[in-house]
């Protein structure tokens, strides 16, 4: 179950704090490390020493340009932040982030991210907009940034404690079979879709977006859809475009194959 817990690091710029991840991941059973655009070299005499022995996990870290590229194997991305925004996303404190993880990981197919963001000026409001939920370490008011590898120490342990809880437990048997949810890069597409549809039928304005587009999105993601819901969603899109257009719909009601 943890090898199917993503760390993500974004514009990371302390090599320390590179291997200080790296080493509250070894401790805590997570291997999975992924550096989105880091802000310096990642491996340098500061990360092998911060990491104690756990740079190997730096070493096996997938290094990419962009969040998306991150994460779009990823069913659950939850986004690590010290600060509450303008628009209020679903919140979580670590310990509900636990048990979050538990129930996701018992479907198939399923793979988390937890992200994290810059020391200097954590995570951008469009990175917050990817994220299912937010997580909020319960800190100081007035001092409640925490260092990065401690925030990525926290979340780890709450991780491994959820995980040693289903250990006991995981002889119980499970009725329902869960079906496959839909991916990151599969609900992107949804959105790119519907952002497209709503346009073509004079409902969403690019010019005056007011919060629409993350609005639905947090309807969506709240949801967690499976992969047969999205791709019956995006079904409705395409008939919608069509009439639009003045197309004749399929009329199937057969879903889009995924894009
Ligand atoms: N100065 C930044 C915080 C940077 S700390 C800001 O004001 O947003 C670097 C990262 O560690 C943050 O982006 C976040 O992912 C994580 N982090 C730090 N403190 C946290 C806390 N109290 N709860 C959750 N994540 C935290």
């Not at 000026?121 to 940034?145: D, K, M, W, Y």
């Not at 048997?173 to 869960?178: G, H």
């Not at 709503?198 to 967690?224: E, K, N, V, W, Y």
Request: hydrophobic letters at 40%; aromatic letters at 4%; one cysteine or more.
């Amino acid at each position: 179950m943890l090898e199917r817990i993503r760390i993500v690091l974004i514009g990371t710029s302390h090599p320390g704090n590179i291997g200080g991840t790296a080493r509250a991941m070894h401790n805590m059973g997570l291997e999975d490390l992924a550096l989105v655009a880091p802000r310096c070299e990642p491996l340098t005499a500061d990360t092998v020493s911060r990491a104690s022995g756990a740079d190997h996990i730096v070493h096996g870290a997938r290094t990419v340009e962009t969040l998306e590229q991150a994460v779009a194997d990823c069913t659950l991305v939850v986004g690590a932040s010290a600060r509450s925004r303008t628009l209020p996303w679903p919140m979580i404190t670590p310990r509900e982030l636990g048990g979050r993880l538990t129930e996701e990981l018992a479907g198939p197919e399923s793979r988390i991210a937890l992200i994290f963001g810059r020391e200097d000026s954590g995570l951008s409001n469009a990175e917050l907009q990817r994220c299912h939920a937010h997580v909020h370490i319960p800190t100081n008011p007035e001092f409640s940034s925490l260092n990065l590898a401690a925030a990525v120490q926290v979340l780890a342990y709450e991780s491994r404690l959820a995980w040693l809880a289903t250990q006991e437990t995981s002889h119980r048997s499970d009725a329902d079979t869960p079906q496959p949810l839909a991916s990151h890069e599969e609900l992107e597409h949804y959105f790119a879709h519907l952002e497209r549809t709503l346009i073509a039928i004079g409902f969403h304005d690019p010019a005056m977006p007011r919060q629409l587009m993350p609005r639905l999105r947090r309807l969506t993601l709240r949801s967690r859809p499976e992969r047969m819901e999205l791709n019956i969603l995006r079904g409705i899109l395409t008939a919608t475009e069509k009439q639009a257009t003045g197309e004749k719909p399929a009329g199937s009601g057969e879903p889009d194959p995924p894009a």
